[in-house]
C-alpha cells in the first residue's frame, strides 16, 4: 500500500538527487509504517518548467522549485504516523533537493481497506489481521480509562 508520488520541475534535479530521493523516501515509508519494503512504491511526476506554477508565476520564468507530494495510507493509520511522514518528505526534498522548505507541500490521502486491492484482492481481505489490529490498538487509546 505505500505509495509516494512527488511532483518536480523537470530539469531541476539530476539523476542522483532522485535516486536518493526515491530511496530515502522508501526506506521512511517502511521504518514509519512498519511495512516490508516490498509493499512500497515511490514515484517521481516531472513537470515542464513552463506548466508548474509557484507563487504566482511560471517555474521557467521565476526559476522556483516548488514540489508537491502526496502519499496514500489505508485508513486507521495513526495520525503521528501520518506526521512523521509528511514531516520526513518534506525533510528529504528540502535536504536533497535543497529546495526551500516554505515552498513544499504535501498531503496524505488515506483509503478504506475495501478500496485498495493488492494483487487484485481487497486489502480488507488480504491484510485483514493487520487492519484489525490497527482497528483495536486506535480504539484502546480512545478508550476512557477506569
Not at 5 to 26: C, P
Not at 120 to 139: Q, T, Y
Request: aromatic share 6%; net charge neutral; with cysteine.
Amino acid at each position: 500500500m505505500p505509495i509516494v508520488n512527488f511532483h518536480l520541475v523537470e530539469g531541476m534535479t539530476s539523476a542522483q538527487q532522485d535516486e536518493r530521493l526515491l530511496i530515502g523516501a522508501s526506506r521512511l515509508y517502511a521504518e514509519v509504517l512498519q511495512a516490508p519494503m516490498e509493499r512500497v512504491r515511490a514515484f517521481i511526476t516531472p513537470h515542464p518548467a513552463g506548466r508548474f506554477a509557484a507563487v504566482g508565476g511560471l517555474a521557467a520564468n521565476n526559476g522556483l522549485h516548488a514540489p508537491y507530494f502526496d502519499f496514500i495510507v489505508l485508513d486507521g493509520r495513526p495520525v503521528d504516523e501520518i506526521h512523521r511522514l509528511l514531516a520526513g518528505f518534506t525533510d528529504l526534498l528540502v535536504d536533497i533537493l535543497g529546495v526551500r522548505r516554505d515552498l513544499v507541500r504535501g498531503s496524505c490521502r488515506r483509503v478504506a481497506p475495501e478500496d485498495w486491492a493488492i494483487g487484485g484482492i481487497p486489502a480488507s481481505v488480504l491484510r485483514k489481521d493487520e487492519v484489525e489490529a490497527r482497528a483495536r490498538l486506535a480504539a484502546s487509546k480512545t478508550e476512557p480509562h477506569a
